[in-house]
């Protein structure tokens, strides 16, 4: 054999102590893996494998190692199941606390949560009380006028009612069933409103063009109380909905006339995104002015009825301002008059 002395691994740990290397074997042909170590007398140990035999032993490891890591791989699984529904466990059982209302501090939730929980109940039982509370209204509001026309259709189918009395009740009933259409078809539209959704407000609305539209559809009905309507200010384009921002300035202005004076005023001014109203009429109590957007609120229930008012004008006012982004200012003095504003916010078309 040839001298090994300035084989790499041999002059390694002639110098450092240790030295290893791989390389072709001339002589025996092979590639070869070397550790070399310096022993104590000064003498060179060295050893070495081929490398066939250190693949030979990684794939006889191979199948073991796969085994270890699948098993790890189970076993976490399992364990992270575990965890996970551990974890999870008390946000299960909310949706049950928040149907029966019971006191989350009880349920083994999270403290970080139950603040949550506790919002949540308070939201579903207010919106519970205000289904409530709008179908009683409903049902008031329609046995009411219900009541009045059976009253006089039963008159009229006795006898009792005969002549010029018949043509007068006749006359009743129809405003009581003229009054019924109305209301309903403003319940009806108030239910639209709310589950009408993310539908597109991508129309351009001019709003001096829409107040001149609503002058002259009222025109009518304001000339019988000699009430005077007029428009003023610059035209000023909005992104919206056509449909609804003129059932906005209708029920404004309609609500207006309702309750203004006779021989009134009535001004309806644009600006820059801006529209108000403005009335003559009886004006409004302080403390109710925060109230009057309320479906079914009425300042004076007995005069509103009078004057075919259903108390639900201004909650679509409302609800049509809020999907518009827009705000509602209200200014009003007893004796004096109104000025509603409803202040929109620049849109962009999506």
């Known amino acids: 054999m040839p001298n ?19 390389r072709f074997s001339d002589t025996i042909g092979t590639e070869d893996y070397y550790y070399a ?12 494998i081929q490398a066939d035999s250190i693949f030979s032993l990684f794939e006889r490891s191979l199948v073991i190692i796969l085994i270890i890591v699948l098993g790890i791989v189970v076993v976490s699984l399992l364990v992270s199941v575990k965890l996970t529904n551990n974890l999870i466990a008390p946000f299960r059982r909310i949706p049950k606390l928040i149907r029966t209302n019971a006191p989350p501090e009880e349920s083994g939730l999270y403290p970080e949560v139950i603040p949550l929980v506790e ?30 026309i059976s009253g006089y259709a039963e008159l009229i189918e006795s006898g009792m009612a005969q002549g010029e009395d018949s043509v007068k009740f006749a006359g009743k009933i129809r405003k009581e069933s003229d009054r019924m259409l109305v209301l309903i078809g403003d319940i009806l539209r ?33 000339q019988k109380r000699g009430i005077r309507i007029t428009v003023s200010g610059e035209s000023s384009v909005i992104t919206g909905s056509r449909t609804e921002i003129g059932e906005l300035v209708y029920n404004l202005v309609d609500n207006a006339i309702k309750y203004n004076r006779e021989n009134g005023n009535i001004e309806i001014k ?17 403390e109710s002015i925060p109230r009057i957007f309320e479906r079914f609120y009425r300042i004076d229930k007995s005069r509103s ?14 609800h049509i301002a809020e999907r518009h982004g827009a705000k ?19 849109r962009r078309i999506k």
């Open 305 to 318: 009825r009078a004057k075919g008012g259903t108390g639900l004008g201004l909650s679509i006012v409302k």
């Open 190 to 222: 108030l239910s639209e409103l709310d589950s009408i959704g993310d539908t597109p407000l991508d129309d351009e609305v001019d709003l001096k063009a829409v107040a001149e539209d609503c002058k002259e559809r009222l025109s009518q009905q304001a």
């Open 37 to 48: 170590l310096r022993l104590s007398d000064g003498n060179i140990l060295r050893v070495s």
């Open 328 to 346: 509602i200012d209200v200014e009003s003095t007893v004796g004096v008059g109104t000025s509603i504003t409803v202040r929109f916010q620049i």
């Open 270 to 286: 644009t600006a820059d995104k801006m529209l108000t109203v403005t009335d003559t009429g009886l004006g409004i109590p302080q």
């Open 4 to 22: 090994h002395l300035d084989r790499p691994e041999i002059r390694s740990a002639i110098e450092k102590g240790t030295g290893t290397d791989t």
């Open 119 to 148: 919002e949540i109940q308070s939201a579903r039982n207010a919106q519970s009380e205000m289904r409530q509370e709008f179908t009683a209204n409903v049902s008031h509001e329609l046995k009411t006028p219900l009541t009045s």
